[in-house]
């Protein structure tokens, strides 16, 4: 859930359409004379009557905006007509001069028509006040063109949003002997997917709070919407009551809003039993962005404009090595050249020990003890070798003492404890998160390490959401000539702690003994150690996706840190401060990537609140709305690596879960699906996730979680098996979409430290005879048509696209000389990127020959049917355990019909404890906790 959590979900449980159907069934109710807001009316003022549009109307009184956008209130009911509407092609007169002449309606815009005379001629913006009902018959003219007729007002775009006070709100707070009192409202503002848009302050014990909030001076980016939701609520300790709601739709508001007027006046609220519930004083306007776009991929309306001259790095796992460099199949390049497949922890060890004035770092989980030099010690000037052996914090601690300054902001887990190392009272947390241990690990060193809750409104944001941001930034050396530093930054999914060292070769047992026997990590089941100290593994691979960013995008995420810094850490002192240091080059002087082919279009996206960043007013959710608009944007293909998927929840096909998962981004994709059927067009979504969610596949949390893909997926194939079937099409819904997961087999090495007994049927004992795991996907990209990749830590579900809930960074990156409008296929170093990351999970080795050059073309149905029939033997192989993997990539275990419906290819999923495949909903687990 996106918005809220606890009895704060409640407005997401509200459905909209059940807002709205009360509101009309009520406007009906109500005796004709009632003037609901966005009326058109004339007023008189003085002698004269003039045109004006209804604010609010309480009975006795009116309040009014006039055409100068003025607004005047308390004007008296009986000053106040009531204007006629006229439909389109509808046969009116019209004031001409000294007469009246015949006209037909065109359209209508806010109050005023365009209407064509006789003579074809036409006049815009004629007040209604100057048209009647004819007052003889005249016939329809001929020849009339009309524009097609509007579904209704939406809006989108930036919208400059003041919510100014309410006014007598019921009361709300509970006395035990002076009953109600008034409560501490304060007010949210959704779309109508319920997105979360914005929240004003709390005002403590009254009825008419003014709140005088603005929600960003420069306006908040609004996507396509039909309806504002309006809710006020009363502050507790531990939940959020709602006091009364009000929602704006096409006919009472947007219509205005969307003629780019602004909407300005008291709204009336409504209780949940549809009495009286006080006014809401707002003021609205759309507006064009804040900043105009330069190319087809710059997000609007956002924090962060698109930056220009960066120099991207993009990896695939934490480390590749020669060896796999060598092993995989070479990927071309432009200009000849060949893409090389960069090393990701040895790049920020590097430049971790090269800095010289500021190393940040960021995370959800970082471990001081992970060592992130581990195949071969590395060469790092001016200090010679770094082994094998050191760790993260010894380099961080080794910097800090020469100077350099260290900042660490890591998610405080709530039930993590430092204790005793390796003792009494040390708990990992239940995230496994030890941020209580790297607290302690740097305390009384010249590192200072902060550990922040997420922080919101309600006591159970501090407990059950988190702070998702996952980054390390520095300074680096530069070929300016006045010798000060650049900045650079790594984002991703980028965890620097135990269990994500991994590499394209996906080993469970091989490298214990080696790079992970300090480090196998897993949470499938319990492993013993040998008594040489290998554990027996298997451990969990890990896939994940990262980036480095050199330039001016690497100064916005520097600045994204130490706002949140300031916000959270209380130890301003701490920071090196970037923005202002005489060492730095300005953003406009560091463009490493310079302006030729090479160079990258670079993009900060955020989901965050004023909690988290006090610089932010109102809610950030750029993450969502890049993805939403790179996927409607897609020509030929989108690719998916994700963590989670889950969204358009309203969708769904079966349940009493319809407001669980608000974000749009499924639903985006089947519409560019069903825009590709029916225009006959190849076009392809290819979606890989983990088998489950991370932990134990059969608990009640991860069954909900595998739950909730099931239904966004269920929904997803449904709408495409009924435009396949009208449009009589012999396609099927997997040429179109497809999903995935990776896995292992490796048969034959396990080593077990108690020799397996044919009778034990535990977990544990089948994952080591049948020498398989799942590999877990952990990354969190959006590539579409070779042209933009979108990078960081945003999943998609809720919690990652709400803004108000999980903090999240990504960062949307494109090479301008290497796009559509450059090049029809583009062939730069995003298009290599995937086909990098198609071999390894392809399994497509430099001693097979050439890649297949289908996939060099994803849209096509020959690449869509050559990877489904791969990925479904790699999948039938893992789950026989009879024979060693074609490959890591495997098609999911649902089975697709040709009209959309799904069954699962097995009931229980490999290795588990009657784990469904499609997992279960649980009325024990709340929804906003796992979507």
């Not at 809750?453 to 980054?471: A, D, E, M, P």
């Not at 040709?898 to 687990?925: C, E």
């Amino acid at each position: 859930m996106g918005a809220c959590c606890g009895k704060d979900s409640d407005s997401r449980r509200y459905h909209i359409k059940t807002l709205i159907n009360r509101a009309r069934r009520r406007e009906a109710s109500q005796s004709s004379s009632y003037l609901k807001p966005g009326t058109v009316v004339i007023a008189r003022w003085g002698e004269e009557w003039y045109p004006a549009v209804v604010c609010s109307d309480r009975g006795e009184e009116v309040d009014l905006t006039w055409d100068d956008n003025s607004v005047t209130k308390d004007i008296p009911r009986e000053q106040v007509k009531v204007l006629p509407i006229y439909e389109q092609g509808e046969m009116v007169e019209a004031k001409w001069e000294n007469g009246w002449q015949p006209a037909v309606i065109i359209q209508r815009t806010a109050g005023t028509y365009e209407i064509e005379w006789q003579d074809h001629s036409r006049s815009i913006d004629m007040p209604t006040a100057e048209l009647k009902k004819p007052s003889f018959p005249i016939r329809p003219f001929p020849g009339v063109k009309y524009p097609p007729k509007p579904e209704g007002a939406r809006i989108h775009g930036v919208l400059r949003i003041v919510i100014e006070s309410a006014r007598n709100l019921p009361d709300s707070d509970t006395t035990i002997f002076c009953g109600k009192k008034p409560g501490d409202p304060f007010c949210e503002m959704f779309d109508g997917s319920g997105r979360l848009i914005t929240r004003t302050k709390v005002v403590d014990d009254v009825s008419s709070p003014i709140w005088d909030h603005r929600a960003a001076e420069a306006g908040v980016m609004v996507p396509d919407t039909d309806v504002l939701h309006f809710c006020v609520k009363d502050q507790d300790v531990s939940s959020n009551e709602i006091v009364s709601e009000a929602v704006l739709t096409t006919d009472n508001g947007l219509e205005i809003l969307a003629s780019g007027k602004p909407f300005s006046g008291w709204v009336p609220l409504r209780t949940a039993s549809g009495k009286f519930g006080g006014e809401l004083n707002i003021w609205l306007q759309l507006k064009p962005p804040a900043h105009p776009s330069t190319t087809i991929h710059e997000i609007q309306g956002t924090r962060y404009p698109l930056t220009h001259s960066n120099k991207v790095t993009l990896y695939q796992s934490a480390h590749v090595g020669q060896r796999h460099r060598e092993r995989l199949s070479h990927v071309p390049l432009y200009e000849k050249r060949t893409y090389r497949r960069e090393d990701c922890w040895i790049d920020i060890a590097k430049r971790i020990m090269q800095a010289k004035q500021f190393i940040y770092i960021m995370g959800w989980s970082v471990d001081a003890h992970t060592r992130l030099v581990r195949e071969a010690p590395i060469t790092v000037e001016p200090y010679g070798e770094i082994s094998t052996s050191m760790t993260l914090g010894e380099m961080l601690i080794k910097k800090a003492n020469e100077g350099v300054t260290v900042c660490i902001m890591v998610w405080k887990e709530a039930t993590s404890t430092a204790g005793t190392p390796g003792g009494l009272f040390e708990n990992d947390g239940v995230a496994g998160t030890k941020s209580s241990q790297t607290i302690a690990y740097f305390k009384n060193t010249s590192v200072t390490c902060v550990g922040v809750l997420r922080n919101g409104v309600g006591l159970l944001s501090n407990l059950t959401l988190t702070h998702h941001q996952k980054g390390a930034m520095m300074d680096a050396g530069s070929n300016n000539r006045s010798g000060k530093r650049r900045v650079v930054a790594f984002i991703g999914g980028l965890d620097l702690t135990g269990g994500r060292w991994d590499t394209p070769g996906k080993e469970i047992f091989a490298t214990l003994d080696r790079e992970h026997i300090d480090d196998c990590y897993q949470t499938m089941t319990t492993f013993e150690t040998h008594s040489h100290g290998v554990p027996e593994g298997p451990r969990q691979p890990w896939q994940d996706v990262h980036c480095q960013v050199e330039g001016p995008a690497a100064h916005d995420i520097v600045q994204n840190f130490e706002n949140r810094w300031k916000t959270q850490a209380n130890n301003n002192s701490a920071l090196y401060d970037v923005g202002t240091s005489a060492r730095i080059l300005k953003p406009a002087d560091d463009i490493p990537g310079g302006r030729g082919h090479d160079a990258w279009d670079v993009q900060l996206l955020r989901s965050i609140d004023k909690f988290s960043d006090n610089t932010v007013q109102g809610i950030e959710a750029d993450c969502h709305q890049a993805w939403v608009k790179s996927i409607e944007n897609a020509q030929r293909f989108v690719y998916i690596e994700n963590q989670f998927f889950m969204g358009a929840s309203d969708k769904w096909l079966k349940g009493n879960n319809k407001n669980t998962s608000w974000n749009r981004i499924p639903d985006v994709i089947i519409t560019r699906i069903l825009l590709a059927i029916r225009r006959g067009e190849p076009f392809a979504v290819y979606v890989v996730l983990p088998l489950f969610p991370e932990g134990d596949p059969s608990s009640k949390t991860v069954q909900e979680m595998i739950h909730w893909q099931f239904q966004t997926v269920a929904a997803m194939y449904h709408h495409i098996g009924l435009a396949l079937k009208k449009a009589q099409s012999t396609r099927v819904p997997t040429d179109y979409l497809n999903f995935f997961c990776l896995g292992q087999t490796k048969l034959g090495e396990a080593k077990p430290v108690q020799p397996l007994r044919p009778q034990d049927k535990s977990r544990k004992a089948q994952i080591l005879r049948n020498a398989r795991v799942p590999i877990y996907v952990h990354s969190k990209m959006l590539l579409v048509d070779d042209e933009i990749v979108i990078i960081g830590s945003c999943n998609v579900n809720d919690r990652s696209m709400a803004g108000d809930r999980d903090t999240e960074i990504a960062v949307a990156m494109s090479q301008p000389g290497h796009s559509r409008t450059t090049n029809k296929k583009p062939h730069g170093v995003v298009h290599a990127y995937r086909l990098s990351l198609w071999t390894e999970h392809l399994c497509l080795t430099a001693d097979k020959g050439k890649i297949p050059s289908c996939i060099l073309q994803p849209q096509s149905i020959e690449c869509v049917r050559y990877v489904n029939e791969i990925s479904l033997q790699s999948w039938n192989q893992h789950a026989a355990h009879d024979a060693s993997q074609v490959c890591h990539l495997m098609k999911y275990p649902y089975a697709v019909r040709a009209d959309g419906s799904i069954t699962p290819a097995q009931k229980y999923l490999p290795d588990t404890v009657k784990a469904k495949t499609l997992g279960r909903s649980s009325r024990l687990v709340p929804d906003w906790l796992t979507a």
